[in-house]
């Protein structure tokens, strides 16, 4: 937000600023920057490969239970890149995140309730 403002208030006077000796101003536009993604690791910051779901975010605030968080998702395998109106929900229960929201770098252990399905 501040590199933004930066650049907004340098605007004001485009002539003796960002148009003449002060071009490295538009510099300040890379603090705005940054890719929402997400990659999981595990405990020792290893990053391996979990199957995620990504779609809409849904708002599920005051809502009972464990409601579904997203809608309308595909199942990628991290890491993925967000887009800013998607969240993500990890496919499977075989792993627990240490953070409530998945965007990032995340930190996963393993369930010890989890139960492989068999076939």
Same mark, same amino acid.
């Given at each position: 937000?501040?590199? #933004? /403002?930066?650049?907004? +208030?340098?605007? #004001?006077? *485009?002539?003796?600023? @960002?148009?003449?000796?002060? +071009? ?8 705005? *920057?940054?890719?929402? *993604?997400?990659? $999981? $690791?595990?405990?020792? /910051?290893? &990053?391996?490969? =979990?199957?995620?779901? =990504? ?5 599920? =605030?005051?809502?009972?239970?464990? &409601?579904?968080? @997203?809608?309308?998702?595909? $199942? +990628?395998?991290?890491?993925? #890149?967000?887009?800013? $109106? ?14 409530? +929201? ?18």
């Amino acid at each position: 937000m501040g590199g #933004l /403002l930066t650049v907004v +208030h340098a605007c #004001l006077d *485009m002539k003796n600023t @960002i148009l003449d000796k002060l +071009h490295y101003i538009l510099f300040y536009l890379t603090n705005a *920057m940054n890719p929402r *993604m997400l990659i $999981t $690791t595990d405990e020792d /910051l290893e &990053p391996f490969q =979990v199957s995620v779901r =990504v779609g809409q975010a849904v708002e599920t =605030v005051g809502q009972a239970g464990k &409601p579904k968080s @997203i809608s309308g998702f595909q $199942t +990628h395998t991290t890491p993925v #890149l967000l887009a800013v $109106t998607e969240r993500a929900e990890l496919a499977d229960q075989e792993y627990l995140p240490v953070v409530n +929201h998945l965007e990032g770098i995340v930190i996963l252990r393993k369930n010890p309730d989890f139960e492989p399905m068999d076939a």
